[in-house]
């Protein structure tokens, strides 16, 4: 059974760019969310989906965004991008919210 | 607001000695609490999932227990394999959302 799956792995940009996160979740798996995880704040979250709809919001600015497909995959996107927004973005999916949740191996984002 | 801390913060260890991590929390109706590992540079792997006091799991040389305000992860002669960082956390009923505590380092010395 393959694990959730999320590209690219690693990311360079530059200030005041965008970028884009994807995440496929485990199959049979309907509720996808978001950390951000960095040394100083921990893991993060972010938001959750589950069937095309956010059901919760961490408490980022509005540059944070997402999105889930019918197919259950998931994107995040990150505008004007500032250099504290550098950390590992993770990715996990559960069968319903509340039961154990499976990451990815997440994505590494550097802004420079 | 949901809490979750972790004590100590890292925990040195030789092979083969037992010992114990600590997660508190305080939750407003709690839904369930969950154990994870993490190796560096890599995402966090599940663990163990407790959903009532008194509850424990157990999994090759890790146990985990659970009562109404702390959680604890005991291991057993540990092996160097064993090193990583463990992360407690936990979600509340209808938050769809899991509230970290900072983890615990582990290391194991052969």
């Known amino acids: 059974k393959a694990g959730v799956t999320q590209t690219p792995r690693y990311l360079i940009k530059t200030r005041g760019q965008q970028v884009t996160l994807s995440c496929s979740p485990i199959?049979?798996?309907?509720?996808v969310s978001w950390y951000q995880q960095t040394p100083g704040q921990g893991l993060q979250f972010l938001f959750e989906?589950?069937?095309?709809?956010?059901?919760n919001k961490g408490n980022f600015p509005g540059r944070f965004s997402g999105r889930q497909f019918s197919n259950s995959r998931s994107e995040m996107n990150v505008s004007t991008l500032e250099l504290g927004d550098s950390a590992l973005y993770l990715c996990?999916?559960?069968?319903?919210?509340?039961?154990?949740?499976?990451f990815g191996q997440g994505t590494r984002l550097t802004v420079v | 607001e949901d809490q979750v801390t972790q004590s100590p913060e890292a925990l040195r260890l030789q092979e083969g000695e037992s010992s114990s991590l600590n997660c508190s929390y305080t939750?407003?109706?709690?839904?369930?609490l969950f154990w994870y590992r993490q190796d560096p540079g890599k995402g966090p792997e599940f663990l163990f999932t407790?959903?009532?006091a008194g509850e424990e799991k157990e999994k090759e040389r890790l146990k985990a227990t659970l009562t109404k305000k702390e959680s604890f992860l005991h291991i057993t002669a540990p092996k160097p394999e064993d090193s990583a960082t463990y992360l407690c956390?936990?979600?509340?009923?209808?938050?769809?959302?899991?509230?970290f505590g900072q983890g615990t380092r582990l290391t194991i010395n052969p």
């Open positions: 939750v407003s109706g709690l839904r369930g």
């Open positions: 996990a999916s559960s069968f319903a919210g509340g039961t154990e949740a499976f």
């Open positions: 989906y589950f069937s095309e709809t956010q059901r």
């Open positions: 199959s049979g798996h309907r509720s």
């Open positions: 407790l959903y009532s």
């Open positions: 956390a936990v979600e509340s009923q209808g938050a769809q959302k899991l509230v």
